[in-house]
Each structure stands twice: as C-alpha cells, then as structure tokens.
C-alpha cells in the first residue's frame, strides 16, 4: 500500500473544517455536537482535556502513596502474624528465593505503575512546551501507557485468589490489607488520565512547530 | 489513497475518513477482505474486514457467554494441605475482599472479571446478529455498540488468568493445588476473549449500522 500522508502534507479534520468521531471514524461538519452516526459526543480540540488528565494523575498518585505504605496482604500462620507491603513482600519473596515471581511483582506493581506516572507526565508536558522526541515516538508512548495500564490490576487479582485460596482455619489464612484498595484506585485514576488524552494534540504541536520534527 | 487539499474538500462527507489518533483526512477506499486500510499519518489501523467475520464473532461470543457462565460457578481451584480443604469459585475469589469499605473492590474486581466481559459478548451478540441475518439492526444497537467498545478497556478477565498463573505459583511449595473445570474454562475463555476483541472490524459494523442491508 503506498505510504501517503507524510507528516508535512497531513491534513487535519480541524483545518478543513470538520470534526472527527473518536468511535466510529466518521466526518460531520465542524461545530455538530454528536455524531450522526453512533452518537458519540464530537469533541474537536477539548481545551479542558489536559486539565481532566492531570487531575485523573494526581488523585492516582495521591492514591499510589498509602498503596505502598500500607500492607498489602496479611498472612496468618498458626504462631504469628505477617503484615507485608508490596515491596516488602516482593523482597522477602527474593530472599526465599523466588526471583521470578519478586520480579513480577515489583515489575507490574512499582515499575509499570511509576513508569505510567512518568510518561502521562511526558506527554501532557510535550502539548505545551517543545520537547525532544518525535511525534511517532511520543504516539508510541502513549500507545504503550494505554495498553499496559491495565496489567497493574494483575497485583490486586494475585491478593484476590490468594486470600480466597488460602483459608485454611488455623493453619494459615490470607487476608487482603488496606493498600489493596488504594493500589486497585491508583490504577483506576492513572487508567482514566490516559484515556482523557487527545492523542490528535500530539499531531497539532508537531504542525504548528513547522513539521520539521520527524523519525 | 490520498489527495491534495482542494480535492478533498470537494468530497462528500460521506467518502472521507479521518484517523481519530491524528486528526488526519483519508478519502474513504474501503479494502477487500483479509487486506488492511491504515492511517497515513500515524499507522493506526483504520479498516480490516475479513470474510464471514460476523459469523465467526458470533460463534465465538456465544462461546464465551456459556465458558463465563460455566467459570463462574464451577469450582476453580482447590487448595489441600495437612488435611485441611478449600475449593474456590472465581466468584469467591473476586469477593475475598470483604469487611468494611473493601466490599467496593470486591465489587469491582467481580465486575471487572466477569460482569464485564460478559456484557460485552452479550452486546457483540446483540448488535451482529440481526446484522449478519441481513436484517435491520436492533434497537439501541448503535448505543450498544459503543457501549461495548467503551467498556473495552476494563474487560480484564485475561489479566485475571496471568495474576492466577502468579498466586498459584506463589503457593505451590507450601501445599497442593489442583484445577477445578473453570479453571481450564477460563483459560479457553480469555483466549477467546482476545481473538475476539483482534478480530471484529469496527469500522466494518459501524457501516454496517449506518447502512443496514435490509430485505
């Protein structure tokens, strides 16, 4: 299929005078409030959009503070009883000597969750200021924050079969601590600012820039 | 295909489509089955039928309506050691969080891993079947339809499985799991659920709402 399109001779939905549905693809005239098609509201450029992701941001990382201060699970075994934060119990399961199952851990629930923090940042930042980083990769940016968001429910889904899983009367028991309902609101918020994004304002700082930044 | 500016502008609404990740304008060529329309700009892909796909999604989301229902109920794994039981629901595990405030993530995790998911094969359900008998679309279909597509993201129920895989890992040294029936359904569910949701060209059905082929 021929490459056409190239950023310089993009023509945008907003330039011609119409507004795109961000659902069903279709084109209405600019200044329609809902599609004719699915119903959708038509939003052309939302100036309150950044605002809606940063406030979505700081309630998530607001949220993602006590997740970790907190514990997490709370397992009773016949003698003591064992309260472990994310971290904590990713770190004594090392030192048990399950590498595997730590790293997956620490990776879905610390690395995935700050790395969304940072990039949301990044990219709500770049619609301001010029920044470094073509549009290409600041989309790749946002399609990756976009997917992967939701593997940080993996965490409380782990808390959730554990704790069912091991009721074993005396012998031992697992219970979900308070952080679990932080961290499940952590992901919420960060997973709702993602989504208030206009990817298209990445585009328009690019054009309005001179389209010289490409690759 | 692509065209310079004044072109463009002397289409119909109706012959355009506009990428809704960058804003950019396409003259609408729709592909033949099994080829792929793709923005200019960005890459995103635009328009991907293939044949009989209707069908195909049918029978597939039929099958995940009577595979969730089945996970649901059926026991899902049960834990042994030293003498003592427990057999678990994926019900029971999306409410181990209970006592006090948690009761809203229990809430939540059940919807997210079923409820959700479940909807969302019933409303596929709802929107292609009159369409794909070549009848008038549904009542509502359209509201349906982007019903499901919004809902899209907070179907986590393969997420689900992963953090299964983890916790049971986590406790196979301390004692014996086995695997009830739901297991083995959920894990044929989620891999239905994902060439579902890979499959189904939504460009094709939202033509196919607006231009019903009755008769």
Request: net charge positive; aromatic share 10%; with cysteine.
């Amino acid at each position: 299929m021929e490459r056409a399109g190239t950023p310089q001779n993009r023509i945008s939905a907003r330039e011609m005078g119409i507004v795109a549905c961000t659902r069903c693809t279709k084109a209405a005239p600019l200044g329609t409030d809902i599609c004719p098609r699915c119903g959708h509201a038509l939003v052309s450029r939302d100036a309150l959009s950044l605002q809606r992701v940063w406030a979505f941001w700081i309630v998530g990382l607001m949220c993602y503070i006590p997740a970790n201060i907190y514990p997490m699970l709370r397992t009773q075994t016949l003698f003591q009883v064992d309260e472990s934060t994310i971290i904590g119990g990713a770190v004594e399961l090392a030192q048990y000597g399950n590498w595997g199952i730590a790293f997956i851990i620490l990776f879905a629930s610390v690395a995935i969750p700050i790395g969304k923090f940072w990039a949301i940042a990044y990219l709500a930042l770049s619609i301001k200021r010029p920044v470094e980083g073509s549009n290409h990769r600041r989309m790749l940016v946002f399609e990756v924050v976009e997917y992967i968001g939701r593997w940080s429910m993996i965490d409380i889904f782990v808390v959730a079969i554990l704790s069912a899983l091991v009721q074993l009367k005396t012998l031992a028991s697992i219970n979900p601590g308070v952080a679990s309902i932080f961290f499940a609101l952590s992901v919420i918020f960060t997973m709702l600012s993602a989504q208030a994004f206009d990817p298209r304002l990445i585009w328009d700082a690019q054009a309005k820039s001179g389209g010289t930044r490409t690759t | 295909m692509k065209d310079a500016a004044p072109t463009l502008a002397d289409l119909s609404l109706d012959d355009l489509i506009v990428c809704p990740t960058c804003d950019a304008v396409h003259r609408l060529h729709k592909p033949r089955a099994g080829e792929r329309a793709i923005c200019g700009t960005c890459h995103k892909v635009l328009i991907a039928p293939r044949t009989n796909a209707g069908l195909h999604i049918i029978a597939v989301a039929v099958a995940i309506l009577i595979l969730i229902i089945g996970a649901a109920t059926f026991p899902f794994l049960e834990i042994d050691t030293a003498g003592n039981k427990n057999a678990v629901s994926i019900l029971d595990a999306a409410l181990a969080f209970s006592g006090g405030f948690m009761i809203f993530l229990s809430l939540a995790t059940a919807a997210l891993i079923i409820f959700i998911p479940l909807l969302r094969a019933l409303l596929t359900l709802y929107v292609l079947v009159p369409l794909v008998l070549d009848r008038a679309p549904a009542r509502h279909a359209i509201r349906a339809f982007r019903l499901s597509e919004a809902l899209r993201p907070w179907s986590m129920a393969e997420i689900f499985a992963i953090g299964c895989a983890v916790a049971l890992v986590k406790i196979t040294d301390l004692a014996t799991v086995t695997f009830g029936p739901a297991f083995w359904m959920f894990g044929i569910l989620v891999v239905l659920v994902i060439a579902k949701d890979n499959f189904m060209c939504k460009w094709s059905v939202w033509n196919a709402l607006e231009h019903p082929k009755t008769g």
